[in-house]
């Protein structure tokens, strides 16, 4: 069994000259990664690795995430989640390392929203059914999608994948 834990970063500030790569989230932004952190833990959520964007607002997402969790999991940021394909996701989940068993991409949408909804199975009962169809209609800055794969490998992950959770800040007690 594979767990794949997929956050679209918080909320973020517009453009202020620098450049996309460059935005900083904003207040909002920075408690709503806190609390999805604190959701995180108390749901068992705690990833063995992390492979995040190399943007500023998901690495700051990060660094509010992970003060949060009961243990600090590997992490690594790279250029190749920044503004990433969902065939560009999929292919870095893939590469992962056999040992893992929880993974977390943090990322950026479009990307994000159309891997998750990608990698999920059709809905076998109400419940997730309701999960994937609001995940549809919106996937927000800092949601989370949790995706269970009964594979052996991150290589044989291509879709079918339960819908565990879609968690979004709104659904978090202030």
Sequence with gaps: MRRLLLL?????????GEGDHARALTGRGQRDAARVGHAMD????????????????TVETWELVSPELARTPEVRFT???YLAS???ILAQIQE??????MLAIIGHNPG???????????PV????SHKLEDMREKFPTCALAVLDFDV???????????LLEFLRPRDLAA
């Design 8 to 16: 679209r970063h918080a909320k973020a500030v517009q453009d202020t």
């Design 125 to 128: 009962s109400k419940a997730e």
């Design 96 to 101: 992962a390392n056999h040992a893992v068993k």
């Design 86 to 88: 969902p065939k560009n």
């Design 79 to 81: 250029k190749d989640l």
């Design 42 to 57: 108390l749901r068992g959520y705690i990833p063995d690795l992390v492979l995040c964007s190399n943007a500023r607002r």
């Design 112 to 122: 994000i929203e159309e891997c998750a909804t990608r990698l999920s199975r059709r």
């Design 152 to 162: 052996e490998s991150w290589s044989d992950v291509s879709g079918g994948g339960i």
